[in-house]
Every structure is written in structure tokens, then in C-alpha cells.
């Protein structure tokens, strides 16, 4: 099992960057598939990008393409999402999430979930 924690959240304007963490227990951090998430307000949650076990794939949906970039430290037990340019529509709930399945393409399979960050984008 790992324990996730996301970190890095709040309010910024339009245009701003943020860099969210998601700090990992347990030693086998290394194993598993790590995505980033997000929900915004009467939505539902959906997946921003994903990153493979040793950080060498790394897959991102349309909206994320360009501006965010995920990556991850394994001695670190730490991954990351930078996110530049944030527009207002950016605005929701950040989660990471782990999955022992190899596929950081695809949404399903995420077994562990930290509680979530805040980010919150003004105009």
C-alpha cells in the first residue's frame, strides 16, 4: 500500500504558475503508475496526466498539454505537476493517485488517492 498527500495548492491569477507535490509513504513508491487528477465544482473528476513507474512516459489530456508538465522523483517518494499559465477554467480540486498497472495513458485502475489540494484560479 502508499499513503499520498498532495501539497502546493491555492489562489492565483490568471496567467500564474503553481507546482502541486504529492508526497508518498512506504518503499515502493518506485512500483507504481502515478496520475494527477482533478474536479472541478459539479463535475466530474478527470484525469490530467499520468507518468510510468521510472518517469520515462508521460501522457497528459488535451486542456494539459503545453502548460502542465508531471514528473516525479522516486527517491524522493515525491511526484509533481507544474502547471503554468493557469487559466480560471484550471479551477478544482488536485488529486494523485497510484495504480500498480503500467498504463499511465488511462484513467482507470488508480487503487490509492491522497485527500486532495485546492487550486483556485482568478481572472
Known amino acids: 500500500q502508499v499513503q499520498l498527500v498532495e501539497s502546493g495548492g491555492?489562489?492565483?491569477q490568471a496567467g500564474d504558475s503553481l507546482r502541486?507535490?504529492?508526497a508518498a509513504s512506504g518503499r515502493t513508491f518506485s512500483t507504481y503508475t502515478m496520475g494527477w487528477f482533478r474536479q472541478a465544482p459539479?463535475?466530474?473528476r478527470e484525469l490530467v496526466a499520468g507518468i510510468s513507474w521510472n518517469g520515462r512516459r508521460?501522457?497528459?489530456?488535451?486542456?494539459a498539454?503545453?502548460?502542465?508538465?508531471?514528473?516525479r522523483v522516486n527517491a524522493k517518494n515525491t511526484a509533481y505537476l507544474q502547471m503554468n499559465s493557469l487559466k480560471p477554467e484550471d479551477t478544482a480540486v488536485y488529486?494523485?493517485?497510484a495504480k500498480n498497472s503500467p498504463a499511465e495513458t488511462t484513467a482507470d485502475g488508480y487503487a490509492y488517492?491522497?485527500?486532495g489540494t485546492q487550486v483556485t484560479v482568478s481572472s
Open 65 to 71: 498539454k503545453g502548460r502542465f508538465t508531471i514528473s
Open 10 to 12: 491555492g489562489l492565483v
Open 113 to 115: 488517492w491522497g485527500p
Open 58 to 63: 508521460t501522457y497528459y489530456v488535451d486542456f
Open 42 to 44: 459539479g463535475k466530474e
Open 20 to 22: 502541486l507535490s504529492c
Open 95 to 97: 488529486y494523485c493517485a
